[in-house]
């Protein structure tokens, strides 16, 4: 007897083979191929086989078509079509990412409501749980195997997440979870699986730490310390990982669709595993879903006619062309996103991130396409009081994003690089004039900070406006937290930019002379 375990994780509402760089734009990715991979895979299904999917969570947002969706939930459906695709593969389980929280509970319940597979979260408790989770666990009991499945999401999302959008719930450890569960559970099962939104905290291969153990990613403590699971599907890092770690199978199938996890459980008599597999196989080359299209076209059309809308004309050039040249010196383009921020707020400092390398600010016509394209995250603001200590403390964080070639060019340094690049972790400041000398060791390169022509002292109290995962720490950066939040905003970082472009016909591109480097 095999068991075949497909999964998709972190599609990130990336429906169709395209980006949304450009209106014609095509990429080998998307649910809708991934959805066309299993199928195939499921209509291939042997008589001594038995093939499940599970859809591994974060699928409600990150592309244009998920915040179109989310934007015009008051006048269309089209948020419930998210849950009408993941229907039509029936898959036997599925668990929840992070990100699924990001637009609130009372959303995310609209969005499940007609969902027709269940939701397992064996780690989320709480008063609002029953709104989002069906049960810790399913079996299944198909051609005489009993099949246990453990779903788990990662503990960190209180750490990120505006709290008004977790009401009511509690989110405990995967690993001490899934450790309880197993003990439950394992005696009623000939087969046991686990899926996490969660990923790996060491090298799979070395066992090595690849980042700092705050309970983010708890999969490679399971992989080593629970071994009575017979494999596990993960997701959350965005990495291409298929591999056999301590006799059990285990996969992470990319981002945005682009593979789909495959792990083939070989029986025994005994229906114990006698060999495992684990691979990813990538969707391209597959032709979209037909009967997925015709659910979503619409919606797909509607939202690349709205990303096409004008929004602004800017004089001068606010493009990106060297991305890491913008972070070490600043650029017109994040100025005017911290910019965004003052007006929105009324602060006077303010700290922004260029996200990826993918963006490419904004040339003289400017749509929703390229705000959408240039913000990708629909991050809400907050206020803090700090001080300046706590903002040398955060610049301290930044400057150790950059290293220094032998050449004297500059790279980014393994702690914003591995085992995942985290180019969203490094902030550029507007309001503040300051150094960062790269000779000197790392947490003692900012020099002298100044604010409103004076030096800002580290006593001295000041507001700062971040985006909430900012705010409450994320990123490594313990210098900010909920308890120093004096004021927060509801609307989203994309709107502002389109409400901030709208009210000032007249914005000319002029680059910041802020930040200096000395190297």
């Not at 998709?8 to 014609?24: E, R, W």
């Not at 409501?113 to 749980?129: H, T």
């Not at 719930?169 to 995967?174: E, I, P, R, T």
């Not at 809308?309 to 001068?316: E, H």
Request: net charge negative; with cysteine; glycine share 8%.
């Amino acid at each position: 007897m095999k068991i075949t375990i497909l999964s998709t994780s972190d599609v990130h509402g990336y429906f169709y083979p395209t980006d949304f760089s450009t209106i014609d734009d095509h990429h080998e990715l998307g649910f809708l191929k991934a959805a066309s991979l299993i199928r195939k895979v499921k209509a291939d299904e042997k008589p001594n086989e038995i093939v499940l999917y599970i859809e591994n969570g974060d699928i409600i947002e990150g592309s244009p078509m998920d915040s179109y969706a989310y934007n015009t939930r008051e006048t269309t459906d089209y948020s419930q079509k998210i849950i009408s695709l993941v229907n039509l593969l029936k898959p036997d389980a599925a668990v929840l990412g992070n990100h699924e929280f990001n637009y609130g509970l009372d959303y995310l319940g609209q969005v499940l409501k007609e969902r027709s597979f269940p939701i397992l979260g064996a780690n989320i408790s709480g008063e609002s749980s029953s709104r989002i989770v069906d049960a810790p666990y399913k079996i299944i009991e198909e051609k005489g195997v009993k099949i246990g499945i453990v779903g788990l999401t990662t503990q960190f999302i209180p750490h990120w997440e505006d709290p008004t959008n977790i009401g009511g719930l509690h989110f405990a450890s995967a690993f001490d979870t899934l450790k309880e569960t197993v003990t439950q559970l394992r005696s009623q099962v000939d087969v046991l699986l686990a899926a996490y939104h969660g990923g790996f905290e060491a090298d799979l291969i070395t066992g090595q730490p690849t980042e700092k153990q705050t309970g983010e990613n708890e999969g490679s403590a399971i992989l080593r310390e629970i071994p009575e699971i017979d494999a596990l599907v993960t997701g959350h890092q965005h990495r291409r990982e298929a591999a056999i770690v301590n006799g059990i199978p285990v996969t992470q199938p990319g981002y945005r669709g682009s593979d789909v996890g495959k792990i083939v459980l070989e029986l025994d008599e005994k229906k114990h595993v006698k060999r495992s597999t684990a691979q990813l196989i990538p969707v391209s080359g597959q032709q979209l879903a037909q009967d997925l299209q015709q659910v979503s076209e619409q919606w797909y059309d509607d939202t690349q006619k709205w990303l096409d809308q004008p929004v602004a004309t800017i004089t001068g050039d606010m493009r990106i062309t060297d991305h890491m040249k913008a972070r070490a010196q600043g650029h017109a383009y994040l100025d005017l996103v911290n910019h965004v921020q003052m007006e929105a707020t009324g602060t006077e400092i303010s700290g922004t991130a260029l996200f990826n390398d993918d963006v490419r600010g904004f040339g003289k016509n400017v749509t929703v396409r390229n705000v959408m394209n240039s913000y990708v995250y629909p991050n809400t603001l907050v206020v803090e009081k700090v001080t300046g200590a706590d903002l040398r403390a955060a610049l301290e964080r930044c400057a150790s994003f950059f290293e220094l070639r032998e050449d004297g060019s500059l790279q980014i340094s393994a702690e914003f690089s591995t085992p995942k690049v985290e180019l969203y972790n490094y902030d550029y400041y507007t309001g503040l004039d300051y150094t960062f000398d790269l000779h000197k060791p790392v947490g003692q390169r900012v020099g002298k900070i100044f604010h409103a022509g004076a030096e800002l002292l580290d006593e001295q109290e000041v507001e700062v406006v971040l985006n909430q995962y900012r705010g409450v720490g994320g990123g490594d950066y313990p210098m900010f937290s909920a308890d120093k939040i004096v004021r927060e905003y509801a609307d989203d970082m994309p709107k502002l930019i389109i409400q901030y472009l709208q009210d000032h016909p007249k914005i000319t591109a002029a680059q910041p002379h802020n930040i200096h480097l000395l190297r």
